[in-house]
Structures are given as structure tokens and as C-alpha cells.
């Protein structure tokens, strides 16, 4: 069974200010990790995925995430927030077709 | 134009009413999903289909039941609505294998009363 967690429920920063979203994750296999973002009233609309490679992994609009095995984790970070990035940010791990999405946490950018 | 596409996107029940979702995608994906989201819950997987008539179930499949007679098409019935269904209900269609993205519809915001 895999399932992941996401500590922080609600994260506020200022436009400009650097942002790490946290995501951990357990399973004994391999998996794909990815994050998926979901402005109000709408879907969720994919960022980016690690499966292997590179633990550094890019997304759309500046948005990276890194990979860590020792740490079971798989962070969203992004240098510069504009206050269009508030949303709900959501990690998912995969083993098979059957994605397992976290909580989410609501990430507010303030002016 | 990759789309999937929901329909209605609101709609109020009388507990007890049957409830039909309707989700449609253009891109020929095998697998579509259906998710239920509550808040504080996240997202919750209540059925998977693979391709046309191989649907599984997911981790919350009581009390839902789905459809996909065509690849391109897939629906979610509640049978006899219950107050405890009201939720956001979200589908979502992949290429097949856990590896692809997921492309979600806007969702559908379900009331039983």
C-alpha cells in the first residue's frame, strides 16, 4: 500500500519569497511521484513527475521538485511566488495506474 | 484540443434520487478515474477504468457504481443517494500506466439533501 502525506495544510509567503512544499511518501517499491496544482473551482492540472534519473526534477512555471530516497520525500520548491501561484498544490504516488494523492496544502501568495 | 469534460457541474438530489455523472475525453485514453474530494480528505479514488467494460474498483467504492461503454466515455452512477455523498466529484482520463499524467475535468459539485 502507498500513501503520502503532506504536513502542512496551509503555507503563506509573500510575492518573491521562495517556497518549499512538503511531501513524504511511503512504499517499498519503485513509484512515480508527482505534483499537480489546483487553482479555486477548477481541476487539477499536472506540474511535473520524477521516476528515475535525476532526483531534480523541472516543471511549468518555475516550479521544481526533489527526489530524496533516504528521505521518503519528494518537495515542491520554487525561487519566486507570484501571487497567481495560489492554490492547492497536491503530491501523488503512483505504482500502477492507481494514483494516491495527499491532502493538499493551500499555499496563499500575499501582495 | 485535450479536454475532459464534466457534466453538470452542479447539481442538487433529494436523498434517495439516483445521481448520473457524466464524464467524456477527447484524447483516446484507455484509463479514465473517478474521484471524490472532501475537504481536509484530499482526493479519493472511487473507481478506475482500465478500457471499454474493465473497471475496478478503488478505496472508496460503496455505494457508487460506473459505466464505459465506449473508450471515450465514462459515467458514475449513485444508486439512491445518500446525504454523505455530497462532495466534489472529479474524472480523469491517462494514457495506461501509472507513469502517465492525469488530465481532470473541471468536476462536478454534488448536493444530497
Known amino acids: 500500500t502507498q500513501t503520502v502525506s503532506q504536513s502542512d495544510a496551509h503555507v503563506t509567503v509573500f510575492e518573491g519569497d521562495s517556497v518549499e512544499l512538503r511531501c513524504n511518501y511511503s512504499?517499498?517499491?519503485?513509484?512515480?511521484l508527482s505534483w499537480y496544482i489546483q487553482h479555486h473551482g477548477r481541476g487539477l492540472q499536472f506540474l511535473l513527475k520524477y521516476y528515475s534519473g535525476n532526483p531534480v526534477v523541472q516543471g511549468v512555471n518555475g516550479f521544481e521538485a526533489e527526489f530524496s530516497k533516504s528521505d521518503s520525500s519528494f518537495h515542491l520548491r520554487k525561487a519566486s511566488v507570484h501571487w497567481s501561484d495560489s492554490a492547492v498544490y497536491f503530491c501523488a504516488v503512483s505504482a500502477d495506474a492507481k494514483l494516491t494523492f495527499g491532502g493538499g496544502t493551500r499555499l496563499t501568495v500575499r501582495p | 484540443d485535450m479536454k475532459v469534460t464534466q457534466m453538470p457541474r452542479y447539481l442538487i438530489k433529494r436523498m434517495g434520487e439516483n445521481v448520473l455523472l457524466e464524464c467524456g475525453q477527447d484524447m483516446s485514453h484507455e484509463t479514465m478515474y473517478w474521484y471524490r474530494q472532501d475537504p481536509g480528505l484530499g482526493l479519493q479514488l472511487i473507481y478506475i477504468s482500465y478500457d471499454v467494460d474493465s473497471n475496478s474498483e478503488g478505496d472508496i467504492p460503496k455505494g457508487y457504481r460506473v459505466s464505459r461503454k465506449k473508450r471515450e466515455h465514462f459515467s458514475l452512477i449513485l444508486d439512491s443517494a445518500k446525504t454523505n455523498q455530497t462532495s466534489v466529484y472529479f474524472c480523469?482520463?491517462?494514457?495506461?500506466?501509472?507513469?502517465?499524467?492525469?488530465?481532470f475535468g473541471a468536476g462536478t459539485r454534488l448536493s444530497v439533501l
Open positions: 480523469a482520463s491517462s494514457f495506461s500506466g501509472g507513469q502517465n499524467t492525469l488530465y
Open positions: 512504499y517499498g517499491g519503485s513509484i512515480y
